[in-house]
C-alpha cells in the first residue's frame, strides 16, 4: 500500500526478487498503475476492495496516514494477516490497538523514484509484536540486504531523526549551496568534490574530528563578511547565524 | 607559510611534484619542522627571516592572519615577488596595498592532517593581479589537477560561501546525527549508507529535486515527535524549527 518513493522500489525490489506482489494499493489510481504493471500486480485504489489472501501487508503510504489505512485493513480478515509499515518516524505499538500481527519493515534510506537504489548497501531495521513475524519478517531483509537489524519503536524514532539531521537537512545546505551558486552564475559543480569528500571523511575519523571552516578557525572578518553577503537573503541568513553559534561552541 | 591542513597538505604534494620548497613557515616551532623535515625545506618561525630569493610565496594561514602576514613581507624584499594566499574567504584585492604581484591560489576543499587528499579531483581557483602572474599560477595549478578555474575575488567570496553550507554545515549535522546516535547507545555506521546516497543522488538531478522526508511529505504528526524529542536537546531544537520552516517553504 503506497506506490511513493519507497513503495515503488520496495515493491520492484520484491519482484525482482521472486516475491510474489499481489496487488499495489494506492488512492491515485494512475500510481497504482504504473507501478502495478512493472511488478505483474493488480492495482487497487480502494482499500476495502484489496486482497485478504496475502501473507504480508506492507504500508508504505505517507507517515500522518498510516494510523487510518491500519484502522481500514482491521475492519476486514487482514486484522490478523501480519501487517507492517516502512515508516521510521511511526512507532508499531498503535497498530496493536486494531490487529493481531503487525511490525515494521524500515529500510533507513532516501529513494527518489528517478534513481535506482542499491540495495545491498541498505540497512533494513525490523520490528515485530510476535516472534514469529519478526522471524519472517528477518528472513525478507535478509534477501534484501546483508545489513539487518532489529531495532524497537524507540531506537527506530532515534534513528529517524538522526536520519532527517544527515539526509534532509543536509540535502537542504546542498540546495542553498547550489541556490547561491544559479544565483551568481557559478556552476554547482565546482562544489561537488567538495561535498563528495565531507562525506569521505566520514571513513577516517567521526565528523566532530573531521570539522574544518571559518567558524572553527574563529575566522571573525570572514564569517562577518559571509553575514554581510547573507543580508541578501534573510531567510538563508538566521539560519546561518544559529549555525555558526553551534559550531564555534 | 603556515603549516596548517591546507598548508600541510599543500606542501606535501608541491614537494612530490618536483618544486623546490625552500621553507616553512609557522609561528608553532614545532608545526614548521615537522612539515619542512617531510618535504626537505628549512622550518622558520620568524617572518623576517624567511628567504627572499623564492619564485613563489604562499599564504595558507588563517584568514584573520593573512593582512599582517602580506603587511610583513611586504618590508621586505618579497614585496615585488609573486605572493598568493589559498584563502576563499578573503580577498586579494587588499593585498595590493602592499604588494606589486599578488593572488589567489585557493584549492576548494576540505583538509585535514590526517587524510590524504586525492588531489586530481579538488578544483583550485586561480587569480592574480597581472597576466604574467596568472599564467605562472595557472601552470603550476594545472600540474596538480585538472579542475583548474580561474576566479575573481567576487566570485571565490561566493564559492566560499557556498561552500560553508555544503561543507562545514553539513558536517556539523553529521555531528548531531552522530551525537544523537551515541546518546541513545546506536550505531552511527547504521547512518553512512544514508549520508553516502544523500551526496551519490547530487549526480542524478538537483538537490532541491532530491529532496525527501516529513517537512517535504508535511507529516505533521513525526515532525511533532521529532521536536518533542529534541526539547531534550535544546540548542538543536531551535535549529530544527528553522529548518522545518525553511524546508517546507
Known sequence: MGAGNVGFHLGIKLHEMG?????????????AKNLAIKIDAK????????TTKADLYIIAVKDDAIASVVQKLAK???????VVHTSGGTNTAMMGEWLTNFGSFYPLQTFSISKQPNW?????CVDANTKKSRKTLLKLAKKITTKVYEINDEQRAILHIAAVFVNNFSNHLFHIGATICEKENLDFEILKPLI??????????????M???PALRKDQKTITTHLNYLEKYNKIKKLR?????????
Open 19 to 31: 516475491v510474489e506482489v499481489l496487488e499495489v494499493f494506492s488512492r491515485t489510481k494512475v500510481k
Open 76 to 82: 476486514t480478515a487482514i486484522k490478523n494477516k501480519l
Open 43 to 50: 492495482p487497487r485504489s480502494k482499500l476495502k476492495k484489496i
Open 120 to 124: 545491498e548497501t541498505i540497512p533494513i
Open 241 to 249: 547565524i544559529l549555525f555558526c553559534v553551534s559550531c564555534v561552541k
Open 211 to 213: 570539522q574544518t571552516g
Open 196 to 209: 563528495q569528500e565531507t562525506v569521505d571523511k566520514l571513513k577516517s575519523g567521526n565528523p566532530n574530528e
